[in-house]
């Protein structure tokens, strides 16, 4: 197996150009699990650790611009934890603290799982996925970005740039339910924001669908809201749980979120 | 914890001491058997069977022969010596022959110069399978065709039960099995299937001797059974086949059985070159033995004031694919049935069935955990049908020396139910704490899931007993060697047992006994191997400290006279070599008709604990927070008690696991969860603080009194867990691990 390390976005694209069979890696926290339970074995990794320009993140014109090298741990501190408490809440259900270091959003959203932490926070934030190659740049709103469990609309020689995302209006909460208190993937999950300023209640949900999925509705129908958020989701039964019970809870942490909102 | 004596780097037995492996564990600097390296060794790697249940036709290895690196491709008929071997019964192939029984059997073993040049060449080894239609309801198994030819378990003075797939039968007829009482109480309980997941995968190197004989290093459990069931296989004699113990990264019944010793053993003769294997994390859940899951169905009868008249109960374990020590698994279920309680009439009736699920064997607890969970939801049961309080319903019916238990022994040592029952009950249970608090400190953790909505509290108790070391007859000695010396006029001993360290601390149990018995500092403790000291028996069935402290005194003695004789002192170059070998008081059978002991009786000496749990649950969500655990136990003389405490920790840490989350799922016979990330075990988030109380009330005939103390707070833990989440739900709870979709009535 080949690693190349690029030490610009520039060569990133180039390289992603000349290799298009290669599997971009940051933290590696998905991407070393399936080599190592050897479910895959990709010609060429293109390590992105050393690409300067995908780290950090900054403001942009009224939007957070999120490098997709952020990490979680990186989500979780002030000043950026005040501007996108969901996505903050989201970070701190991530794995554990090595996990936390190394994970990023831009990993999150390459590996797509349904069940992937940083979707929903960036969901209710209406996300735009920002896409470049050697063929140019382009701009994909996260739903069109998810095409299905584990698809994105990544074409080959496109890499992940950053995410660019609304900060928060209004209050906004996380929540995710795993069978122990830390360090699991989600059975179901939810992020939720009451949004003054557009004068509507939105909410994703993780883990209940073949992708995460974005709810709204103005402020004035809150009250079925619940009912909605559970009837758009199509959970399964699987390892991890039961279709009606992820149903069942998504419509009681939609209850809880409004509750946590409007208070 | 509430340890609070002093710790000392040399202590003598009663002293809390340092554990000799503890800085290097915590440093990373502990060589563990997967970091074994030798010059010019090969990888070793196993192609395991991708079905339950098939025939095996042909095994054709001549592509992958040729593969880069690969020195040597062996299948059955490689096999040096005996082609089948067993911890009890010689029932499992060492390589598959004609027949695959469970998901993840092993069919040929590689050996290649990188690990991943043997994952490849496995790879192009072509299996032609005929799947065939896998037995995976255990409830069905008797009816079904017979998984193995013959009766592999069958006679050993076992009953006579001529049913297909059935490992061993058991009925204990106890009084009058018909005795009716004022008040009845049924249930029906299962278990899911627990793993030991050990973090310390399975591994080992075999290093050929070059005079035709092997030493294999490897995590192990008992180096001498391990020996004496690797040789055969090879048409070695056992001596041409030393077995040394590698770091072992813990245990809890999964090293009892082997797993790559006689793989590895073949690769190093047939390559002459020194081989290792490592499984992967995957690999180990179907490399190794898990806990019987269970369907029990019991139903006590009590009379107003609560005594306890008559308990009935059915117990099945799915034993899986191989016979492993299902046997003795199936004793102890039903051995430990009514729990530690006098009850005068009993029939309790316990099969053990063959399937082509997962091979079940040892596992902390060791079938009273199964009980346990079963024999305390009753109690609960009891205890609010009779309207009395469930502690002291258990009070009034606790076994006592003196007592007979349903197979007829008579209690003849200690047994504190009473006293273990009283001093649990006693410990003060924390306040219930205020709201808004951090989301870590509520049912959910870490998931932000309520900030108190939905969260009801509940507080359980439990009592729970098994015995100590090997049972039914089995001689189950410990050997030591003490080995004095002098130099400059000081004396020093070298002590050698070939008792495994598994975690649970007996090297410093070792040393203590040693240090205390020559009343000397400069102890030093050999490395465990067959090589230089006959058989520790195996760490299994709390039984290490007893029998090592047990030899290890026995053989001190022997050098204290031996160096009295010689007038008190050595000279330089002068020394004392002893080796001791240390027996428990003999057990006999039970009665394969009744289940009654026979002779002196089955079982050497009995342990208990009892357990109050406080759990806030969600009831919406159908999410936990154990909050405190408060227990006390009953350990006879605890020689080390920080690691006592470390022991009665992790103990219930697993019990809480089984109770809450932990278990491998099956569909077909075929594993769906053989990782950490879909097999959770408890974080330190979801276990709770405990408070501890020994109850040290010696066992007269052992070593200082001492008894074991590494299995009751597993066999209490999970049935008290539970017994808290019924009482914060009003659900009956009667299957574990809980499932979230119980808690909130799906």
């Excluded at chain 2, 066992?699 to 008894?707: C, L, R």
């Amino acid at each position: 197996m080949q690693v190349l390390t690029p030490r610009s976005l520039a060569e990133a694209l180039r390289l992603k150009a000349e290799h298009p069979g290669s599997v971009p890696i940051q933290g590696g926290t998905d991407v070393m699990v399936e080599l190592n339970f050897d479910r895959a074995r990709p010609e060429t990794l293109l390590n992105l650790n050393e690409v300067r320009e995908l780290r950090g993140w900054s403001r942009d014109n009224g939007s957070i611009r999120l490098g997709a090298g952020l990490t979680y741990t990186e989500g979780m501190e002030a000043p950026l934890a005040e501007a996108l408490p969901a996505l903050a809440e989201a970070s701190r259900t991530v794995g554990g603290p090595q996990i936390r270091n190394r994970g990023t959003v831009g990993g999150n959203l390459g590996t797509a799982s349904p069940a992937g932490d940083a979707l929903p926070p960036l969901l209710i934030g209406d996300a735009v996925v920002e896409l470049a190659s050697v063929r140019g740049e382009r701009s994909v709103p996260l739903p069109e970005f998810l095409t299905g469990p584990k698809r994105n609309a990544l074409a080959a020689d496109e890499l992940i740039v950053a995410i660019l995302v609304r900060p928060a209006a209004g209050p906004q909460t996380f929540m995710k339910v795993g069978p122990r208190n830390a360090m699991v993937i989600s059975v179901v999950s939810l992020a939720l924001t009451v949004d003054r300023d557009h004068d509507e209640v939105r909410a994703a949900f993780g883990s209940a669908g073949p992708v995460a999925g974005l709810v709204q509705a103005p402020l004035a129908e809150l009250n079925g809201f619940p009912e909605r958020v559970a009837a758009a989701a199509s959970p399964i039964d699987d390892v991890r749980g039961s279709a009606v019970y992820r149903r069942k809870s998504l419509r009681v942490l939609t209850v809880r979120a409004v509750e946590r909102c409007l208070q | 914890m509430s340890a609070t004596a002093r710790t000392l780097e040399l202590g003598r037995v009663g002293e809390s001491v340092k554990r000799i492996d503890a800085i290097p564990k915590v440093t990373g600097e502990f060589a563990y058997s997967s970091d074994l390296f030798a010059a010019g060794m090969l990888w070793g790697h196993t192609l395991r069977s991708s079905h339950a249940h098939a025939l095996v036709s042909e095994v054709d290895i001549s592509e992958a022969v040729g593969m880069p690196g690969v020195h040597a491709v062996l299948t059955h008929s490689d096999v040096p010596g005996a082609k089948t071997y067993g911890l009890e019964f010689p029932d499992q192939p060492v390589l598959a022959i004609d027949r695959v029984r469970y998901f993840g059997e092993p069919v040929a073993i590689v050996a290649a110069e990188h690990p991943e040049q043997a994952r490849r060449a496995a790879e192009r080894i072509r299996v032609a399978y005929e799947p065939l239609e896998p037995v995976v309801d255990p409830e069905q198994a008797t009816e079904r065709e017979p998984i193995h030819e013959g009766r592999p378990t069958a006679g050993h003075g076992f009953r006579d039960d001529e049913r297909p797939n059935v490992v061993r039968t058991i009925v204990i007829r106890h009084g009058d099995p018909d005795a009716e009482a004022d008040v009845t109480v049924s249930g029906v309980y299962e278990l899911g299937i627990q793993d030991q997941a050990f973090l310390g995968p399975e591994s080992g190197l075999a290093i050929p001797d070059a005079e035709g004989g092997v030493d294999v290093y490897v995590a192990t459990q008992w180096l001498h059974i391990d020996r004496d069931q690797v040789a055969p296989c090879l048409g070695l004699e056992p001596k041409q086949v030393r077995i040394h113990l590698a770091g072992v990264g813990g245990a809890f019944g999964g090293r009892e059985d082997l797993s790559m010793q006689i793989h590895a053993a073949m690769l190093a003769l047939h390559t002459d070159r020194p081989v290792k294997m490592v499984y992967n994390r995957e690999e180990s859940f179907v490399g190794h033995i898990h806990r019987h899951p269970a369907k029990i169905w019991m139903e006590h009868r009590a009379n107003r004031d609560g005594k306890l008249v008559n308990v009935r109960a059915r117990i099945l374990l799915d034993g899986g694919a191989y016979a492993s020590s299902s046997a003795a698994v199936t004793a102890n279920a039903s051995a430990f049935a009514c729990g530690p309680y006098a009850v005068e009439n009993a029939l309790v009736e316990c099969t053990c069935v063959y399937t082509n699920n997962p091979p079940c064997g040892a596992m902390r607890g060791f079938g009273a955990v199964q009980s346990c969970f079963a024999h305390e939801a009753q109690m609960d049961k009891l205890a609010a049908e009779l309207g009395i309080d469930p502690v002291e319903l258990r009070l009034r019916n606790a076994l006592a020396p003196g007592d007979t238990l349903p197979t007829g022994q008579r209690i003849t040592g200690s047994f504190p139910a009473a006293e273990v029952i009283r001093r649990a009950a006693a410990l003060p249970v924390p306040e219930p704490e205020e709201l808004p608090r951090d989301a870590l400190r509520l049912p959910g953790g870490s998931g932000n899931t309520t900030r108190g909505e939905g969260v009801r509290r509940g507080v359980g108790f439990a009592v729970g007993f098994k015995n100590v070391c090997y049972s039914e007859g089995f001689d189950d000695s410990t050997a030591a060697r003490v080995r004095l010396t002098a130099s400059d006029e000081e004396l020093a001993a070298e002590v050698h047992c070939a008792a495994a360290e598994v975690g649970q601390g007996v090297v410093n149990v070792i040393l203590q006994t040693a240090r205390t018995e020559l009343d000397l500092d400069d102890v030093v403790l050999g490395a465990a191997t067959t090589s230089s000291v006959g058989s520790a028996g195996s760490a299994s069935a709390s039984r290490m400290t007893w029998m090592a402290a047990g030899a290890v005194r026995l053989a001190a003695r022997a050098a204290n006279e031996e160096l009295a004789r010689r007038g008190g002192n050595l000279a330089p170059g002068e020394t004392i070599d002893v080796e001791r070998i240390y027996h428990h008081r003999p057990t006999t059978p039970l009665d394969p008709e009744t289940g009654q002991v026979t002779g002196d009786g089955a079982h050497v000496a009995y342990i208990c604990a009892a357990m109050r749990v406080v759990a806030e649950v969600d009831v919406e969500l159908g999410l936990t927070r154990v909050v405190w655990i408060g227990t006390a136990q009953d350990v006879g003389k605890a020689v080390n008690p920080q690691a006592v405490y470390g022991q009665i920790e992790g103990g219930i840490a697993q019990g809480l696991g089984l109770a809450l989350m932990e278990e491998i799922q099956t569909r077909d016979g075929l594993i769906t969860n053989a990782s950490f990330t879909d097999y959770l075990v408890p974080t330190t988030l979801d276990m709770p603080p405990v408070d501890a109380e020994l109850v040290e009330e010696p066992e007269p005939d052992a070593p200082y009194g001492v008894k074991g103390v590494g299995e009751p707070p597993t066999v209490v833990s999970t049935a008290a867990v539970v017994s808290a989440l019924r009482d914060a739900t009003g659900r009956e709870l009667t299957r574990v691990p809980v499932s979230p979709d119980e808690i909130v009535g799906l």
